[in-house]
């Protein structure tokens, strides 16, 4: 468990009007339950419970401060906006899809439900962050909104919070751990009203994840890999820290930059990528689903070993990666042991991945 706080004082007094015969007026207290919940992988939020449901804490993922606190009761119908894809999978894993009235683009939408309600139009595009609508979000009825926290507040928060429209930002991208990513679930949970469900799912995955481990402890050899996508000259890679360099060393490969620190992308030259890379057994993650595709978005990534061998990308509906993945790292992981090692994963297809051609 990374976190487990107690709390001695009460944070919040809410004063509501009462009658009683001697006409004195009465408190209801909002009160911080002993323990939090268990939160085991995940490090950058907490939830703590309380009398009318639970206190989120975001934590920034630079200092593990806390950056924002929110009330969430459990007896409230909430009517979401997601702007995160990983959280829509979340939302349909727990198949509570009709609560999802909003998401950010439909063109990077993967479940049937969603694009069926899409079509209905009883679930909207909002865009992202930076150009959605506040007049769009009020006249949804909408009454809390998910959005990817890259470092900028989003826009007329603080007048949508006047308005009773709670903000909250997602750091589950900035997770050091898949199981972490994974570990929102249980905050869609409780949003949803499946925290049972929620954790019975977390828990399973978690079983499944490390029987996995156990298969890939005793290797001896460990494959050199290479993960990353090119945008023009500029290669961005997993940082050192980052959740995906981690389930690289959990399925058996040696990552490059293992060494690096941090959980955001690094940005290398493509000269720097050719000089380290030359002999490298696999790259994972070319974000193209062939070869053409990678040549004509820069032709250098001939002289890498494993683009004519051992390249491998998102399936065939990168929407699938993007939206389940997330809450599937047990998936992501039997896929890459499957790559690196196949000899472990006999007669199984590939869940996530496809090997560009």
């Given amino acids: 468990m990374h976190?487990?706080?107690?709390?001695?004082?009460?944070?919040?007094?809410?004063?509501?009007?009462?009658?009683?015969?001697?006409?004195?007026?009465?408190?209801?207290?909002?009160?911080?339950?002993?323990?939090?919940?268990?939160?085991?992988?995940?490090?950058?939020?907490?939830?703590?419970?309380?009398?009318?449901?639970?206190?989120?804490?975001?934590?920034?993922?630079?200092?593990?401060?806390?950056?924002?606190?929110?009330?969430?009761?459990?007896?409230?119908?909430?009517?979401?906006?997601?702007?995160?894809?990983?959280?829509?999978?979340?939302?349909?894993?727990?198949?509570?899809?009709?609560?999802?009235?909003?998401?950010?683009?439909?063109?990077?939408?993967?479940d049937t439900t969603i694009l069926s309600n899409l079509q209905r139009n009883t679930t909207q595009p909002f865009g992202n962050e930076t150009n959605t609508s506040i007049e769009k979000i009020i006249a949804s009825n909408a009454n809390i909104v998910f959005y990817n926290g890259f470092g900028d507040q989003f826009p007329n928060e603080n007048k949508l919070a006047k308005l009773g429209i709670t903000v909250v930002p997602i750091y589950d991208w900035r997770e050091n751990h898949p199981l972490g990513k994974a570990e929102w679930i249980k905050l869609i949970g409780i949003i949803t009203g499946k925290e049972k469900e929620a954790d019975a799912y977390f828990e399973n995955v978690v079983a499944e994840y490390e029987s996995i481990l156990e298969m890939t402890d005793s290797l001896t050899k460990h494959p050199s890999a290479l993960s990353g996508s090119i945008f023009g000259d500029v290669w961005y890679a997993p940082g050192g820290d980052s959740y995906f360099a981690t389930l690289l060393k959990d399925a058996g490969a040696n990552y490059i930059y293992s060494q690096t620190e941090g959980t955001a992308s690094q940005e290398y030259s493509m000269e720097r990528i050719i000089k380290d890379n030359i002999e490298t057994d696999f790259w994972i993650n070319t974000s193209m689903p062939n070869k053409e595709a990678v040549l004509k978005s820069n032709p250098k990534v001939k002289y890498l070993t494993a683009f004519p061998k051992n390249s491998y990308c998102y399936s065939n509906n990168m929407n699938k990666f993007w939206e389940q993945s997330a809450a599937m790292p047990h998936e992501v992981l039997r896929d890459l042991v499957q790559i690196f090692h196949p000899e472990l994963m006999q007669g199984r297809e590939l869940y996530f991945y496809q090997k560009i051609k």
Avoid: H
């Fill in 3 to 110: 976190r487990l706080l107690v709390y001695l004082s009460l944070s919040v007094i809410l004063v509501s009007s009462c009658k009683r015969e001697s006409e004195e007026c009465c408190t209801e207290e909002v009160q911080m339950i002993e323990k939090s919940l268990s939160i085991d992988f995940a490090a950058n939020f907490d939830l703590i419970k309380t009398n009318v449901g639970y206190s989120l804490e975001i934590l920034n993922p630079e200092n593990g401060e806390v950056e924002n606190t929110f009330s969430i009761k459990t007896n409230k119908e909430y009517k979401i906006i997601s702007l995160s894809a990983t959280l829509n999978g979340m939302i349909s894993i727990l198949n509570e899809q009709n609560q999802l009235i909003g998401i950010d683009n439909e063109s990077f939408v993967f």
